[in-house]
Structures are given as structure tokens and as C-alpha cells.
């Protein structure tokens, strides 16, 4: 797409579903280097109002493109690749926030950073979240924490929710459920354990595939161990996403694949509650 039509696709969306590619093709290799590098310009698939499950109160998200996942289950595809998403300018992304800042924290609520994977632009995220905490706004990332070594202590810091996506706890289901290895994931975890920084955990419950009894119960006992995190939420798989595998030519291996029962959501629930964590 070029420049003159990608200018014109908003920046709001109505939800992460809506299907975006090719918004940043026009941003010369050199140019995403360098913004990769010093977080000048970000790539975002949009951003969206009035979200109740990315983190306490009310939130603003802003879902960033490029993840080195490539989760069998994703619902966002499309977000996999840095240049499918809007060239924002870090300036712009501020402004953005800044535009409902003071709902942001009358309603109890704050800004959060997703994707995608956001830390696969972390000087981006970085830059933007001292710009969101020094409005005094609530901040959260939801990360598979893969790339949680580009943070420094004091840049964790200032994040004063992570909300991580666990994909398994076993190196061999993460390689099954993700094509890669879950061993930075831990490390970062026992890293924001270590500066007791607030953490919650997400598990996607997929039939046949994540509902393992013995790799929640693994999952559920790390959590545990970890001493800071808050709430577990189970989520249940859906096929919300499963238009955009097709669209994007990927071939989708739960095409067949039914949701959870609530009898296998309140099975896995209850591990994670008997494990004494707080889960839903
Ligand atoms: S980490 Fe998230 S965005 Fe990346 S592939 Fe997995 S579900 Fe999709």
C-alpha cells in the first residue's frame, strides 16, 4: 500500500479483529531500522476505547504489529508482521493517549500496550510508557515476555502491570503451541518475581491442545512460586481469528476445533485456584 492510501485507514479501530496488512509498506527497510533502534515511530495495528479485559478499570490499547510467535491459536495473525501495521510517530501515539487521559483515571482504568508482541518494538514501548506514566496514567503490557531481556530493571519499572500470555510451561508444548522455545519466557518471569513487580497470567484454553492437566498444573505451580501475581484468567479459545488465517493464505490447523466447555474452563480454573492463585 502506499503512503497517500495508508494515510487514510484510521488509526481507531473497532476491534483488534479487523483485519490490517501492508499499512507500513511504504517505510523504507532503513527508516524501520532506525525506528526500531531509538523508538521514534512505532508500528500499530490501531488503537481501541472502552476495553474492560486488558487490565484493570476501563483501558485504552494500543495493539502493536510483529511477534516471533507463531501461536497455533492466534486470533490476530495479521499482526505478526512489523509492516502490516500504521507508521505512528511516537509523538502522535502520546498525543493519542493523551486524548483520554483524564477518563483513563476517572474511571479507575489506564493504557495498555499489546499486539502482537510489543516488546519486539520495546524502545518504542519504553519511550511511550514513561510519556503515558508521567500523565499519571495507569500503564500494563500484555507480552508472551519472550524478548522481556530488552527491558531494563528500571524500565520494568515503570510498567506497573505485566500481563503475561503463558503459553506452556514445558520447553516441548511452548515449541508445539508457539515454534519456539519458553526459556527467556521463565527467566523473565523470575526477573519481574525478583523486583516484585505486579504480574497477571493468561492461559488460552484450547481443546486438544493446551488442555493438559499436568502442563496447567506446571504452569499453576510456577505462578504460584512467583509470589507476585494477582489474578490468572483463563481464556477460552475461540474462532474469532479464524477468518484472517484464511484471508492471509496460513494454513490454520483448528479449523475444527470446538471452544472450551465451561465444565473444561471450570476444570482448568480450579487447578490454577488449587495451586492458590486468584483465577477466572
Ligand atoms: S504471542 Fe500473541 S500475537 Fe504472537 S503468535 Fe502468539 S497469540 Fe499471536
Request: with cysteine; proline share 6%; charged share 20%.
Given at each position: 500500500m502506499d503512503a497517500e492510501t495508508a494515510a487514510k485507514v484510521r488509526l481507531e479501530a473497532k476491534s483488534p479483529y479487523e483485519m490490517r496488512v501492508h499499512l507500513g509498506d511504504h517505510v523504507p527497510d532503513m527508516d524501520v531500522k532506525s525506528a526500531l533502534k531509538s523508538g521514534d515511530l512505532g508500528f500499530l495495528h490501531s488503537f481501541t476505547t472502552g476495553s474492560t479485559v486488558d487490565g484493570?478499570?476501563?483501558?485504552?490499547?494500543?495493539?502493536?504489529?510483529?511477534?516471533?510467535?507463531?501461536?497455533?491459536?492466534?486470533?490476530?495473525?495479521?499482526?505478526?508482521?512489523?509492516?502490516?501495521?500504521?507508521?505512528?510517530?511516537?509523538?502522535?501515539?502520546?498525543?493519542?493517549?493523551?486524548?483520554y487521559a483524564n477518563g483513563l483515571k476517572a474511571m479507575n482504568g489506564g493504557f495498555t500496550l499489546s499486539g502482537g508482541e510489543p516488546l519486539m518494538q520495546d524502545r518504542f514501548a519504553v519511550r511511550l510508557?514513561?510519556?503515558?506514566?508521567?500523565?499519571?496514567?495507569?500503564?500494563?503490557?500484555e507480552t508472551n515476555g519472550?524478548?522481556?531481556h530488552n527491558l531494563t530493571d528500571d524500565e520494568i519499572r515503570s510498567i506497573d502491570l505485566v500481563i503475561l500470555d503463558m503459553k506452556a510451561f514445558t520447553r516441548e508444548q511452548h515449541e508445539a503451541v508457539t515454534g519456539l522455545h519458553n526459556e527467556d519466557v521463565l527467566e523473565f518471569c523470575n526477573r519481574l518475581a525478583a523486583l516484585k513487580r505486579p504480574m497477571w497470567l493468561r492461559y488460552v484454553l484450547v481443546p486438544g491442545l493446551t488442555d493438559i492437566p499436568e502442563e496447567m498444573e506446571a504452569v499453576a505451580s510456577f505462578g504460584a512460586s512467583l509470589g507476585?501475581?494477582?489474578r490468572v484468567e483463563i481464556l477460552p479459545f475461540h474462532q474469532l481469528g479464524q477468518y484472517k488465517w484464511e484471508r492471509l493464505g496460513l494454513e490454520y490447523s483448528l479449523a475444527a476445533t470446538d471452544p472450551p466447555t465451561n465444565e473444561g474452563v471450570a476444570k482448568a480454573v480450579a487447578i490454577f485456584r488449587d495451586a492458590g492463585l486468584r483465577a477466572d
Open positions: 484493570p478499570g476501563i483501558r485504552l490499547v494500543a495493539w502493536t504489529t510483529a511477534c516471533m510467535f507463531r501461536c497455533r491459536y492466534c486470533h490476530n495473525p495479521d499482526t505478526w508482521t512489523l509492516k502490516n501495521g500504521i507508521p505512528v510517530p511516537l509523538e502522535r501515539a502520546i498525543e493519542e493517549v493523551r486524548k510508557f514513561a510519556a503515558v506514566k508521567a500523565m499519571g496514567v495507569h500503564t500494563a503490557i519472550y524478548y522481556g507476585v501475581v494477582e
